[in-house]
C-alpha cells in the first residue's frame, strides 16, 4: 500500500490550503494509499543554518518538529506540499521545510528522497493563475533539484478568506481527482 504525506504550509489552521491538501490525500485514499497530514502550523521549524552537520552525521543537529518530519518524508511513497502564496513566494514555514531539505542534498541522504513522487498545491487571493508561476517554479525546481518526480501540481486562485475555496466544487473535484491520479495513473501502482 503507497504512502502519501501531505504537509499544509500555512498558518491558518483549516485554511484553503489544508482544505486543499486534504481534498488531494481524500482522493489518495479512496484510490487504496494510507494518507497523513502535517500541518506546519502546528510545529516550530527553525531555518537552516548551512552547517552542514547533516552531510557529515546523517542527522540534523537542530532539534525541532522537522526531526519528526524527515522520517515521515523517508518512509513516504509520494509527497503533497501545499501552501499559500505570500508575495510570490510560499509561507514562512513552507519556506523553512524547503530549506531544511538541504538535509537530502549530500550523497549520504540522497538516495532517501530520491525518485520520490511529489504533488504541488498552492493557494492564493489573486484571480490571475499566472501569478504563482515565480512560486510554482520555484517548488519545481527545488524539487527536481533533489531528484524528486513531479507528479502533478494544482493551484487555487481566487481564494482570500478562510474556507473560501469551499465555494469552488471543481477545483475540490479536480484536487480529489488528482489525489485519485497519484495512486491509480500507470507507475501509481504497487
Given at each position: 500500500?503507497?504512502?502519501?504525506?501531505?504537509?499544509a504550509?500555512s498558518?491558518?489552521?483549516?485554511?484553503?490550503?489544508?482544505?486543499?491538501?486534504?481534498?488531494?490525500?481524500?482522493?489518495?485514499?479512496?484510490a487504496?494509499?494510507?494518507?497523513?497530514?502535517?500541518s506546519l502550523?502546528?510545529l516550530?521549524?527553525?531555518?537552516?543554518?548551512?552547517?552542514?552537520?547533516?552531510?557529515e552525521?546523517?542527522v540534523?543537529r537542530?532539534?525541532?518538529?522537522?526531526?519528526?518530519?524527515?522520517?515521515?518524508?523517508?518512509?513516504?511513497?509520494?509527497?503533497?506540499?501545499g501552501?499559500?502564496?505570500?508575495?510570490?513566494?510560499?509561507?514562512?514555514?513552507?519556506?523553512?521545510?524547503?530549506?531544511?531539505l538541504?538535509?537530502?542534498?549530500?550523497?549520504?541522504?540522497?538516495?532517501k528522497?530520491?525518485?520520490k513522487?511529489?504533488?504541488?498545491?498552492?493557494?492564493?487571493?489573486?484571480?490571475?493563475?499566472?501569478?504563482a508561476?515565480?512560486?510554482?517554479?520555484?517548488m519545481?525546481?527545488?524539487?527536481?533539484?533533489?531528484g524528486?518526480?513531479?507528479?502533478?501540481?494544482?493551484?487555487?486562485?481566487?481564494?482570500?478568506?478562510?474556507?473560501?475555496?469551499?465555494?469552488k466544487?471543481r477545483k475540490?473535484?479536480?484536487?480529489?481527482?488528482l489525489?485519485?491520479?497519484?495512486i491509480?495513473?500507470?507507475?501509481?501502482?504497487?
Open positions: 500500500m503507497k504512502k502519501v504525506l501531505g504537509i504550509g498558518p491558518r489552521k483549516g485554511g484553503n490550503t489544508h482544505i486543499l491538501v486534504s481534498q488531494i490525500l481524500k482522493g489518495a485514499r479512496e487504496g494509499a494510507r494518507t497523513e497530514l502535517i502550523s502546528n516550530r521549524i527553525k531555518e537552516c543554518d548551512g552547517c552542514y552537520t547533516c552531510w552525521t546523517e540534523c537542530i532539534n525541532d518538529g522537522m526531526k519528526r518530519i524527515y522520517k515521515k518524508l523517508i518512509d513516504s511513497d509520494r509527497i503533497v506540499l501552501t499559500p502564496m505570500y508575495w510570490f513566494g510560499p509561507s514562512v514555514s513552507m519556506k523553512a521545510l524547503i530549506d531544511r538541504l538535509y537530502f542534498d549530500c550523497s549520504k541522504n540522497k538516495d528522497i530520491k525518485g513522487e511529489v504533488v504541488l498545491a498552492i493557494a492564493f487571493a489573486g484571480e490571475d493563475p499566472n501569478t508561476n515565480p512560486l510554482l517554479r520555484m519545481e525546481m527545488s524539487a527536481r533539484y533533489l524528486m518526480k513531479l507528479k502533478g501540481k494544482i493551484l487555487a486562485p481566487g481564494v482570500p478568506e478562510k474556507g473560501a475555496i469551499k465555494k466544487k475540490l473535484k479536480e484536487a480529489f481527482n489525489g485519485r491520479s497519484i491509480l495513473s500507470p507507475g501509481g501502482r504497487g
